[in-house]
């Protein structure tokens, strides 16, 4: 395929060419051709490209197996500096006029939560940096386990925010904007999670069984037989919402149960589960 043809199909995928430092000019040029003159795995590229643009996908581990990681790992890095010197500041840029017609405590209310955010991503995106993405090609590297709730939760209050709470004085048209630039960014950073969460996936299951649960899907497991919801998983075990839904997806591949009274006898046969704890 001409990699000028793959843009034209989805045109979504402009963010990920650009992440990727894909400068544009393909003329006739293949997807294999532009990704071989930047030094990029096309495989790897095309792995990312389905991510961002196929709604829940989870690449097969064969895809996995042929992947070039530390291209994930590049592009994962370039997806921090696009959200803090690029949609950050266009965020900020919106908000500010947004509220110029609002009073004094309104901007400054706005202001503060904005910029707690900010640097709360900041010191997010530099863990990933200092203590995750180094050790994901390290087969015996123990990647501590991450927390994207904060980043995905303030993003919601903040849509909320604008949605449900702007003063009548601020700038409705700028809002609107605001809005939609909100939306795109929790997208794309929804992307970005499942993107990284199937290169740990990866570190850690590399030498089990496709069919095996690991021991975080069984940990989740469990919680599922004793009745816990999504929300009180995700505190139980310090993980996010986004987390716990993606292991459960898992499991329910891998067992090839979807219900929650199958998952529960599945969880008692298999001794992950006292049944006295069970409701």
């Keep these: 395929m001409k990699m000028a043809e793959l843009l034209e199909k989805d045109p979504s995928l402009i963010g990920v060419f650009s992440r990727m430092g894909f400068p544009f000019g393909y003329g006739d040029s293949s997807v294999a051709e532009v990704c071989a003159e930047a030094g ?3 495989d790897t590229f095309l792995l990312i490209c389905r991510v961002y643009s196929q709604e829940g996908y989870r690449p097969a581990r064969e895809e996995l197996e042929k992947a070039d990681r530390s291209v994930i790992v590049k592009y994962l890095s370039m997806s921090h500096s696009h959200y803090m010197n690029v949609a950050m500041k266009d965020l900020a840029a919106g908000l500010g006029r947004m509220i110029v017609p609002c009073g004094d405590e309104t901007q400054r209310v706005i202001w503060s939560f904005f910029t707690d955010f900010k640097e709360e991503l900041q010191k997010h995106f530099a863990f990933e940096e200092e203590c ?16 994207h709730s904060a980043v995905e939760e303030t993003l919601e209050d903040l849509k909320s925010l604008v949605m449900k709470h702007l003063p009548a004085d601020a700038d409705q048209q700028e809002a609107f904007k605001v809005l939609s630039a909100i939306s795109s960014l929790q997208d794309d950073i929804r992307k970005h999670i499942l993107l990284e969460e199937t290169a740990l996936s990866w570190h850690a299951d590399e030498n089990q069984d496709d069919n ?55 969880a008692l ?10 409701e």
Excluded at 132 to 147: L, Q, R, T
Excluded at 269 to 278: A, E, G, Q, T
Aim: proline share 5%.
């Design 269 to 278: 046969l298999n001794d992950l589960v006292d049944i006295h704890s069970i």
């Design 40 to 42: 990029t795995d096309p």
């Design 212 to 266: 095996a649960l690991s021991q975080r899907e069984k940990e989740i497991l469990s919680c599922v037989a004793k009745g816990m919801l999504n929300k009180e998983i995700a505190d139980h075990l310090n993980i996010s919402i986004h987390t716990v839904i993606s292991h459960r997806k898992n499991i329910t591949r891998k067992t090839g149960i979807k219900t929650v009274s199958g998952l529960t006898v599945y």
């Design 132 to 147: 995750v993405f180094p050790n994901m090609d390290s087969p015996d590297a123990d990647i501590p386990e991450e927390d």
